[in-house]
């Protein structure tokens, strides 16, 4: 045991060498006078001392790719005293309630215990974290940690004059502020708020306060504030700043659109055209920005290429959200509560253990500007102000013992507890996923997957409650003839030129018995193949598209919409698809459902072949149709 804390202890003097050695290297500290290349020489012996005698970093915040999490985020609020516009949807959203948030206590455990294991940076972010009452204890009692080297805020600004000083005796030594435009009236229209010249002043305050640099995050958004490029970068001039200019990423709720998109290379070759001697700095290790500096210029200007190239070669972050649910990666698809770990009494060994599954999965990089944008990621104010499918294990009161299994599980966003429920419905969730809650339970996990996020009254989710059918409606007309075979008994495909368009509409469902060992690693997507759930959902779509290449008698269908859920049935070891297919046409959309249904089965039996060849794909079955000259049909 003694070795942990040399071990934190030689870590902590490796990275700071403004704190005095007491890790018994042999080394002294400079004397007053001495000369800077003497204490320079001092600080490289010792850092030298360190790297050959320094242990391993934690294997708990170290992932699969050997990449070494030394920087945590953490939200304070998800309220905030602005509605910026690629934040959060303009109507806001529902806040999670005050009891389900991290206390202060709480915060102040979660980050003993990752400083513990070698986190030397904390970002406090939010909502807006100026606005949590108690943030000047939090940064107090922060500082205390030992090993912690750097305290950070990202703030909107609008209350940083007022509590700067505070902040920085208690122990804040970095701070980012958002600032979208240097442009008073077109600040109101982008936070939907006053406040521009409380920015401001922040900025002049932190700088009047020796920080050196003030970073200015600013997010450049097409046909918005592009063309402040230029001002920004002029800023630099003569103030201590850090202009970080930042692609417009994806977000519930703020209408990401590729063309609103202002790539890096864009923005770099408008500001050579202004500054052509403009140099590129050397990247530090694990820094999300790459920064440049005009000769001359006091201050630099960095990108933030989250959309158009990745930094996730390097990522060094953990974020956790204001409600205690630990982020991997920013646009990642899991989150596991350690709020609710810690209220059911987790000891700090078994924490561990959570955190290290939880980083052990994460990605080698993530999905990738298209597709992260069409991902149901919670709202930016919801992750952190600058920061899928997954939520957390639901808080149960009544668990009195510790559960190993319980807690070692990372249950997706779709498990639903109650206060999720309140929280997703402003969100736009499917209302057929949130009766899904009551129907299955709270006992079994549950990974839902859908091929879009806007609510849609006629679909069904795949709950108890919804998979029954309805009792038949409509005319049932049956042909005594298959269409599809002439006079002379010959197959032919039916002419369909002088049939009237109208609306069509079908669903279609399958199930896919895994066994138990496939369906565990289908559940907490441990396949080496990859996600199943996903790949299954997007072979379904593809199919119902290419339905007329792979059915020869088929006519090609122009389908409007293409939906595909997939549910986990524990009871039965089973993931269950509903397929709905939409089109307006002379022709129905029922094989477009059935073979989306049908692909998604097989797709999914060849995700998990490898673990298990006694799958069974079974009730592959119309289930609703809707339009056309026979009516409609509904299973009874």
């Given at each position: 045991m003694a070795a942990q804390p040399l071990s934190r202890m030689l870590r902590r003097l490796l990275r700071s060498s403004a704190r005095s050695c007491s890790s018994g290297a042999p080394v002294t500290q400079p004397r007053l006078g001495e000369s800077a290349r003497a204490a320079s020489e001092e600080v490289s012996r010792r850092r030298q001392f360190l790297r050959e005698h320094a242990a391993p970093f934690s294997a708990f915040l170290t992932d699969s790719f050997g990449r070494q999490h030394s920087y945590l985020r953490i939200s304070l609020t998800e309220k905030c005293n602005l509605r910026c516009q690629y934040c959060m949807p303009e109507e806001g959203v529902p806040l999670t309630p005050k009891a389900n948030l991290l206390t202060t206590e709480e915060i102040l455990t979660l980050a003993r215990l990752f400083v513990k294991e070698g986190i030397d940076k904390i970002r406090l972010t939010g909502g807006e974290p100026l606005i949590r009452p108690d943030v000047v204890d939090i940064v107090a009692q922060l500082q205390r940690l030992e090993g912690l080297r750097t305290i950070g805020v990202t703030t909107n600004g609008i209350n940083l004059t007022r509590l700067l000083p505070q902040l920085q005796k208690a122990g804040l030594s970095a701070i980012n502020i958002s600032l979208d435009t240097l442009v008073p009236a077109k600040f109101e229209f982008i936070v939907r708020r006053k406040g521009f010249h409380k920015v401001m002043e922040g900025i002049h305050k932190a700088i009047e306060l020796g920080y050196n640099p003030v970073k200015v995050n600013c997010v450049v958004m097409r046909g918005l504030n592009e063309d402040e490029l230029l001002d920004f970068a002029a800023l630099t001039e003569g103030l201590p700043l850090d202009v970080r200019f930042i692609e417009y990423m994806p977000f519930d709720g703020n209408k990401w659109n590729f063309k609103k998109m202002v790539s890096y290379k864009e923005m770099l070759d408008t500001?050579?055209?202004?500054?052509?001697?403009?140099?590129?700095?050397?990247?530090?290790?694990?820094?999300?920005?790459?920064?440049?500096?005009?000769?001359?210029?006091?201050?630099?200007?960095?990108?933030?290429?989250?959309?158009?190239?990745?930094?996730?070669?390097?990522?060094?972050?953990?974020?956790?959200?204001?409600?205690?649910?630990?982020?991997?990666?920013?646009?990642?698809?899991?989150?596991?509560?350690?709020?609710?770990?810690?209220?059911?009494?987790?000891?700090?060994?078994?924490?561990?253990?959570?955190?290290?599954?939880?980083?052990?999965?994460?990605?080698?990089?993530h999905a990738g500007m298209f597709s992260i944008s069409q991902m149901k990621n919670r709202p930016m104010i919801l992750i952190e102000l600058f920061l899928m499918f997954h939520d957390s294990p639901l808080a149960n009161p009544s668990i009195s013992s510790w559960d190993p299994l319980h807690v070692q599980g990372l249950r997706p966003r779709m498990s639903f507890s109650s206060q999720m429920v309140t929280l997703w419905k402003g969100c736009r969730v499917p209302q057929a996923l949130l009766l899904a809650q009551q129907q299955l339970g709270s006992g079994c996990f549950q990974r839902h997957y859908t091929s879009r996020a806007d609510s849609d009254a006629n679909s069904k989710c795949l709950s108890p409650g919804s998979w029954a059918?309805?009792?038949?409606?409509?005319?049932?007309?049956?042909?005594?003839?298959?269409?599809?075979?002439?006079?002379?008994g010959r197959a032919a495909m039916v002419d369909v030129g002088r049939k009237p368009d109208t609306e069509r509409a079908a669903v279609a469902s399958a199930v896919v018995l895994l066994g138990p060992v496939a369906f565990k690693l289908v559940q907490r997507n441990q396949l080496k193949k990859g996600d199943a759930l996903v790949v299954a959902q997007l072979a379904g779509i593809q199919a119902a598209k290419v339905t007329s290449q792979l059915i020869p008698l088929c006519h090609h269908v122009a389908l409007s919409h293409v939906q595909v859920q997939l549910e986990l049935d524990s009871t039965r070891h089973a993931v269950r698809i509903q397929a709905s297919c939409r089109a307006r046409g002379p022709t129905g959309v029922e094989m477009e459902a059935l073979t989306s249904a049908a692909v998604a089965a097989l797709s999914l039996y060849d995700m998990c072949k490898a673990v298990s060849r006694d799958i069974v794909l079974e009730e592959i079955k119309l289930i609703s149709k809707t339009g056309g000259q026979r009516g409609d049909f509904h299973r009874a």
């Amino acid at each position: 045991m003694a070795a942990q804390p040399l071990s934190r202890m030689l870590r902590r003097l490796l990275r700071s060498s403004a704190r005095s050695c007491s890790s018994g290297a042999p080394v002294t500290q400079p004397r007053l006078g001495e000369s800077a290349r003497a204490a320079s020489e001092e600080v490289s012996r010792r850092r030298q001392f360190l790297r050959e005698h320094a242990a391993p970093f934690s294997a708990f915040l170290t992932d699969s790719f050997g990449r070494q999490h030394s920087y945590l985020r953490i939200s304070l609020t998800e309220k905030c005293n602005l509605r910026c516009q690629y934040c959060m949807p303009e109507e806001g959203v529902p806040l999670t309630p005050k009891a389900n948030l991290l206390t202060t206590e709480e915060i102040l455990t979660l980050a003993r215990l990752f400083v513990k294991e070698g986190i030397d940076k904390i970002r406090l972010t939010g909502g807006e974290p100026l606005i949590r009452p108690d943030v000047v204890d939090i940064v107090a009692q922060l500082q205390r940690l030992e090993g912690l080297r750097t305290i950070g805020v990202t703030t909107n600004g609008i209350n940083l004059t007022r509590l700067l000083p505070q902040l920085q005796k208690a122990g804040l030594s970095a701070i980012n502020i958002s600032l979208d435009t240097l442009v008073p009236a077109k600040f109101e229209f982008i936070v939907r708020r006053k406040g521009f010249h409380k920015v401001m002043e922040g900025i002049h305050k932190a700088i009047e306060l020796g920080y050196n640099p003030v970073k200015v995050n600013c997010v450049v958004m097409r046909g918005l504030n592009e063309d402040e490029l230029l001002d920004f970068a002029a800023l630099t001039e003569g103030l201590p700043l850090d202009v970080r200019f930042i692609e417009y990423m994806p977000f519930d709720g703020n209408k990401w659109n590729f063309k609103k998109m202002v790539s890096y290379k864009e923005m770099l070759d408008t500001i050579r055209q202004q500054w052509p001697e403009l140099e590129k700095l050397p990247e530090e290790e694990s820094s999300t920005a790459k920064a440049f500096k005009i000769p001359g210029f006091q201050g630099q200007i960095s990108f933030i290429t989250s959309m158009s190239e990745h930094f996730c070669g390097t990522c060094n972050r953990l974020r956790i959200t204001a409600d205690g649910n630990l982020k991997v990666c920013l646009f990642g698809n899991s989150e596991v509560s350690l709020r609710d770990h810690l209220r059911a009494g987790a000891s700090e060994q078994e924490l561990l253990r959570i955190i290290g599954a939880a980083v052990g999965r994460k990605k080698r990089q993530h999905a990738g500007m298209f597709s992260i944008s069409q991902m149901k990621n919670r709202p930016m104010i919801l992750i952190e102000l600058f920061l899928m499918f997954h939520d957390s294990p639901l808080a149960n009161p009544s668990i009195s013992s510790w559960d190993p299994l319980h807690v070692q599980g990372l249950r997706p966003r779709m498990s639903f507890s109650s206060q999720m429920v309140t929280l997703w419905k402003g969100c736009r969730v499917p209302q057929a996923l949130l009766l899904a809650q009551q129907q299955l339970g709270s006992g079994c996990f549950q990974r839902h997957y859908t091929s879009r996020a806007d609510s849609d009254a006629n679909s069904k989710c795949l709950s108890p409650g919804s998979w029954a059918p309805a009792a038949p409606s409509g005319p049932q007309l049956t042909s005594e003839q298959l269409t599809h075979v002439d006079s002379e008994g010959r197959a032919a495909m039916v002419d369909v030129g002088r049939k009237p368009d109208t609306e069509r509409a079908a669903v279609a469902s399958a199930v896919v018995l895994l066994g138990p060992v496939a369906f565990k690693l289908v559940q907490r997507n441990q396949l080496k193949k990859g996600d199943a759930l996903v790949v299954a959902q997007l072979a379904g779509i593809q199919a119902a598209k290419v339905t007329s290449q792979l059915i020869p008698l088929c006519h090609h269908v122009a389908l409007s919409h293409v939906q595909v859920q997939l549910e986990l049935d524990s009871t039965r070891h089973a993931v269950r698809i509903q397929a709905s297919c939409r089109a307006r046409g002379p022709t129905g959309v029922e094989m477009e459902a059935l073979t989306s249904a049908a692909v998604a089965a097989l797709s999914l039996y060849d995700m998990c072949k490898a673990v298990s060849r006694d799958i069974v794909l079974e009730e592959i079955k119309l289930i609703s149709k809707t339009g056309g000259q026979r009516g409609d049909f509904h299973r009874a």
